[in-house]
């Protein structure tokens, strides 16, 4: 008896001793940080000495007000064009890496297929390649008289200087459809605005030079999402979907209505990741264009460094951190809720379907 | 029953013809991606030995002409050898660090029991969901509050746990007969014994998949060496390549060098790569996403 509480209390010795220093590097570097920069956010502490000293001033909400409240002035537009410019980021990647994900993982999921490794190592290995060298490399493709331009050149397009664009896409589709004159933009658009932007700059779209980071992301991502869904696409039973197939349903009716459903799971684990992590882009941004031109690549994460380590305004760079976290804590619930209603009301539907069906079977019968 | 049976000679053919003709079109789709995905790393591998004028002037051009190494050599010359010892070096020290740690912490949590384990674990699953870039700020001001700033430490100690690894391992562990360790147990071996002697030497699979992703991650780390340290002798390859399109070269019209700087920074990764391809496959979807 003795012996075995002994042991019992050996063990508990040594299942702390396991995960202490997972737990002291995890409290140090992590717990403790995020609630010394949420300090920090209250305070208008500008990177010299302890921000825990005496003489440091705390401001109260004063950095949250600078940046979403009512009479914000460069630091407020900074941080909406930013947020502006990640929304549409985030609005272009994360379906498209989707959506190219999911249609390379079902050309790759056919039978009698030959080289498919080949194929799935080609895609999947720009996930495992240092963003910064991937960057310089499109720094390279996308350069004004770099690959990119002169193929267009080949096939007789005027490719811009994509890096230079500060353009928004939205402003030139329009511009292109003759709803308006992109450069005297319509007044009704100009002169309103909000939070410190016009109508006119929160509908620019993403820049010509935003576009080839978001071209970047998707090419990189793209391989892993790949990867997700061919798994749970091999995970569907073949005899599922001949059975479909022999009940009469076209290709176009097995994806719609045995394919598609089965990847739901997945679907949400892969709109998810690509949510928080679009919301976080960073390395590109630094690497290529740190923000320019005219902004319009700037992230809150990349606007959120550069004021505390360039510009040395710690609080309202903290500030910025954790509207992000909240946006993107934000963004990941509400995706969550979306899927798990539609889950239910499918479910509902289909409960729906079988009792009619059943009715209908016993009044037949 | 009987109109299906007569049928069936006539539509076979057809529904060959069909799935031939899907598996061409996909053929089609696969070598056109395959191009885009492949082409870049082509372009980067040519350019390197090109010479500055020659990739202006010829991009598109495939073949070096004249083929030179002074992109290399350049590169030699400058701070690109410091940048890769330091790479090398804390990228080893992580992912020792990150493999040992968090596979001691993932024992403890799937095997050991003890009180508080579960709110441990849970804890640990919170610390996943915090979105990397929000620590930029809080990591500097630890950094700077332990007076650790522009050290190598700081390059390292922040890195050496990975709560997703922690989570990897504790699945793996979760997975192995518990029957094992109690043979051992029995034979009067101390925890730390069946762990090191008798269950780590069993986990060769997920002990490779966090090898792996650890390398991987740390190797092509960049914001937490941004924020971590600003001596330019603590470079490592991301942060100190980073800076030769802005600082170093100007205009960083320099593209051969760059291209050149990119070639060597890609390769330690793709050999992994591609020799435990199978593994980073399967810890790939595990593990953690960039974005």
Redesign the interface.
Same mark, same amino acid.
């Given at each position: 008896m003795r012996g075995a509480q002994s042991i019992r209390q050996g063990q508990a010795r040594a299942g702390w001793l396991f995960v202490l220093p997972t737990l002291v590097l995890l409290g140090l570097f992590l717990a403790v940080p995020v609630l010394m920069a949420l300090w920090v956010s209250f305070t208008d502490w500008n990177g010299r000495g302890s921000p825990f000293a005496s003489g440091i001033g705390f401001v109260g909400p004063d950095n949250y007000r600078e940046l979403v409240g009512k009479d914000g002035g460069l630091t407020r537009s900074d941080f909406m064009t930013s947020l502006r410019n990640n929304f549409y980021y985030v609005l272009l990647v994360v379906p498209l890496q989707t959506a190219f994900a999911l249609f390379l993982a079902l050309v790759l999921n056919q039978r009698m297929l030959k080289a498919v490794g080949f194929f799935r190592t080609a895609f999947y290995f720009p996930s495992v390649v240092s963003s910064v060298a991937i960057s310089l490399v499109f720094l390279f493709l996308f350069s004004g008289g770099g690959v990119v331009n002169s193929m267009l050149d080949a096939i007789g397009v005027d490719g811009p200087t994509w890096f230079n664009d500060s353009r928004g896409l939205l402003h030139l589709a329009g511009d292109g459809l003759g709803l308006w004159n992109a450069s005297e933009p319509p007044s009704a658009l100009a002169d309103g605005g909000m939070l410190g932007l016009t109508w006119w700059q929160w509908l620019a779209g993403p820049s010509v030079a935003l576009s080839v980071i978001i071209m970047l992301v998707v090419w990189t991502t793209t391989g892993t999402f790949m990867l997700m869904f061919m798994a749970a696409l091999q995970d569907l039973p073949l005899d599922v979907e001949e059975a479909a197939r022999i009940d009469g349903a076209g290709r176009w009716g097995v994806f719609r209505n045995v394919t598609l459903p089965h990847l739901r799971p997945t679907m949400l684990l892969v709109t998810t990741l690509g949510l928080i992590g679009t919301w976080q882009v960073f390395d590109q941004v630094y690497v290529m264009t740190q923000g320019g031109p005219g902004k319009t690549t700037l992230t809150p994460a990349f606007l959120s460094y550069s004021y505390a380590l360039e510009n040395q305004k710690w609080g309202v760079a903290a500030a910025m951190a954790f509207i992000l976290f909240l946006i993107i804590f934000a963004m990941a619930s509400l995706q969550r809720w979306i899927f798990r209603d539609k889950d239910a009301l499918e479910l509902k539907r289909q409960e729906r379907r079988t009792t009619k069906a059943r009715a209908a079977a016993g009044s037949a019968a | 029953m009987s109109t299906a049976h007569t049928r069936t000679p006539d539509t076979k053919p057809m529904v060959r013809d069909r799935?031939a003709l899907?598996?061409f079109l996909?053929?089609v789709? !696969?070598v056109a991606?395959?191009f885009?995905?492949?082409y870049?790393?082509l372009?980067?591998l040519t350019?390197s030995f090109k010479t500055n004028t020659d990739?202006?002037?010829n991009?598109?051009s495939l073949v070096p002409d004249p083929f030179t190494t002074s992109a290399f050599g350049e590169l030699a010359r400058r701070d690109f050898p410091l940048w890769f010892t330091n790479s090398v070096v804390v990228t080893l020290l992580v992912t020792a660090g990150r493999v040992f740690?968090?596979s001691?912490?993932g024992? *403890?949590?799937a095997r050991?029991?003890?009180?508080?384990?579960s709110a441990?674990f849970t *804890?640990?699953l919170a610390?996943m969901a915090?979105?990397?870039?929000?620590?930029?700020?809080?990591?500097? !001001?630890?950094l700077n509050?332990l007076g650790i700033y522009n050290t190598y430490p700081a390059l390292v !100690?922040?890195l050496?746990?990975d709560?997703a690894g922690?989570f990897i391992m504790k699945q793996f562990f979760e997975s192995i007969p518990e029957s094992v360790e109690e043979a051992a147990r029995i034979d009067g071996a101390?925890?730390?014994r069946i762990?090191w002697s008798v269950v780590l030497p069993m986990s060769r699979p997920a002990l490779i998949t966090l090898t792996i992703l650890s390398f991987?991650g740390s190797?092509?780390e960049?914001?937490h060496f941004?924020?971590a340290s600003q001596d330019s002798d603590l470079f490592t390859?991301?942060k100190g390549?980073?800076t030769?399109?802005?600082g170093q070269l100007g205009s960083?019209?320099q593209?051969p060098i760059?291209?050149a700087? *990119?070639?060597l920074?890609?390769i330690p990764?793709?050999i992994v790569?591609?020799v435990f391809?199978k593994y980073?496959?399967r810890g790939?979807?595990s593990g953690a996403?960039?974005?």
């Open positions: - | 799935t899907w598996l996909g053929y789709v !696969l991606f395959a885009i995905y492949l870049p790393f372009v980067q350019t990739a202006v002037s991009p598109l740690l968090c001691l912490a024992y *403890a949590l050991i029991k003890f009180r508080g384990r441990i *804890a640990i610390v915090v979105p990397g870039v929000v620590l930029l700020i809080p990591k500097f !001001l630890m509050y !100690l922040p050496l746990v709560a922690v101390s925890t730390f762990f991987q190797w092509n960049l914001p941004i924020v390859l991301t390549v980073a030769l399109t802005s960083g019209s593209y760059t291209m700087a *990119a070639l920074m890609t990764v793709a790569f591609f391809q980073l496959v790939g979807t996403v960039k974005g």
